[in-house]
């Protein structure tokens, strides 16, 4: 077990610091990378600590949400209020540093993208690490694409 060292720097505004915090991992212990089982109870307590915030954005904006697979992957094809197809869509790859959070628990970032681009978003719900590594991650996300392409898509 290690302890994140993340700081948040004095020189930005009281309210910047306030938002970085957000992201600190300070005070949470981070799993060994062969921790599995502690690696998911952290996911978990990130993935519910986005809860409330991720209701909001999506009451507030109201998109159509479906749970797919794509190419075999898991994802949240959002659609913003009063779509129309224009034969374009946005694939969305949620922040985490690839051992954190899902496109569920990023709803804040992907639904307020769909609404503003009044685009078709489809948010890769990737495994994260230590369950897969990088390399699969990136198959995944070109499964989806390849998924896309089948929908006549031109990427």
């Not at 700081?7 to 921790?35: H, N, R, W, Y």
């Not at 922040?95 to 681009?117: E, K, M, R, W």
């Amino acid at each position: 077990m290690m302890t994140s060292h993340y700081s948040v720097p004095t020189t930005i505004s009281p309210e910047a610091q306030e938002a970085l915090k957000e992201f600190s991992l300070d005070g949470d212990t981070i799993p060994a990378p062969d921790d599995f089982d502690g690696w998911k109870k952290l996911w978990q307590e990130k993935e519910e600590s986005n809860k409330e915030d991720n209701t909001k954005v999506v009451d507030h904006y109201k998109p159509v949400i479906e749970e797919r697979k794509l190419g075999g992957v898991p994802v949240l094809d959002i659609k913003p209020k009063n779509w129309q197809d224009n034969g374009k869509v946005l694939v969305y790859t949620h922040g985490g540093g690839y051992v954190l959070f899902s496109a569920a628990s990023t709803l804040i970032s992907s639904v307020p993208v769909a609404d503003a681009t009044r685009l078709r978003v489809v948010s890769i719900d990737y495994t994260v690490a230590p369950f897969a590594k990088w390399a699969e991650v990136t198959d995944q996300v070109i499964q989806v694409i390849k998924a896309l392409i089948t929908e006549d898509y031109s990427l």
